[in-house]
């Protein structure tokens, strides 16, 4: 069965620029998180989504962040403008249920690199 | 905001020796997950514990959960260069949202051979 897939695995642009980081989760998973990790801040919750509708989204910096989740498919995490300490690892993780000992499955990651 | 504090921060030991990694916090867990995580890849569960005192075993890794659920170790006995990776500790603050899982900084584990 295919795991969490996310795109681009790296992404280097420059300041001021728009990115979209985007993540299908696994089929049947109801539950979509986007996390942040940084060497300094270890993994962040960004913003938690429940039946594709946003639940938690206080992890998010700044109104430059958006996400997205138009369907139990596909989810867009969107930085507009990007500035260089946005640069990170961006994870988006999926869970089967809502229950909190229930396992995160992880993507590969989507390393972002903003000059 | 829940803080899990993971102890220590690095940690280079040579091939069958054994170690012992920390995760505590002063907040009470309902739950406690240990993550590894490999260079390039995103994080894989490895367990989920419930019960204060609870401790599992997988393989050469002892997980326990402290009797009052503030804090969890990881043992791992005859290391060898396949542990090596990032070992993250998460926990659902029993006062908080049960979906919220807050990760620590991991420990970062090499293993020589």
């Known amino acids: 069965d295919a795991g969490v897939i996310q795109s681009p695995r790296h992404e280097v642009t420059e300041m001021g620029q728009e990115v979209t980081l985007r993540c299908k989760p696994i089929s049947g998973h109801n539950s979509l998180f986007w996390y942040r990790q940084t060497m300094m801040r270890g993994l962040e919750l960004l913003i938690y989504f429940n039946n594709n509708v946003p639940i938690d989204d206080s992890g998010m910096p700044e109104d430059r962040f958006s996400a997205k989740m138009p369907n139990a498919s596909f989810s867009t995490l969107k930085i507009q403008p990007s500035e260089p300490r946005d640069s990170a690892v961006y994870f988006c993780?999926?869970?089967?249920?809502?229950?909190?000992?229930?396992?995160?499955?992880f993507g590969e990651g989507s390393r972002l690199t903003v000059l | 905001t829940q803080l899990l504090e993971q102890s220590p921060q690095f940690l280079s030991i040579q091939e069958g020796e054994n170690l012992t990694v920390y995760c505590n916090s002063s907040?009470?867990?309902?739950?406690l997950q240990w993550y590894r995580q490999e260079p390039g890849e995103g994080p894989v569960l490895l367990v989920t514990?419930?019960?204060?005192?609870e401790v599992k075993k997988l393989k050469r890794l002892t997980f326990q959960f402290g009797d009052a659920r503030k804090d969890s170790s990881l043992h791992i006995t005859a290391a060898q260069p396949g542990d090596t990776g990032l070992y993250l500790c998460a926990g659902v603050d029993s006062g908080g949202s049960n979906y919220k899982l807050t990760f620590g900084k991991g420990t970062l584990l090499t293993v020589n051979p």
């Open positions: 514990v419930v019960t204060g005192g």
């Open positions: 993780a999926s869970r089967g249920d809502q229950w909190d000992t229930g396992e995160l499955f």
């Open positions: 907040s009470v867990f309902s739950s």
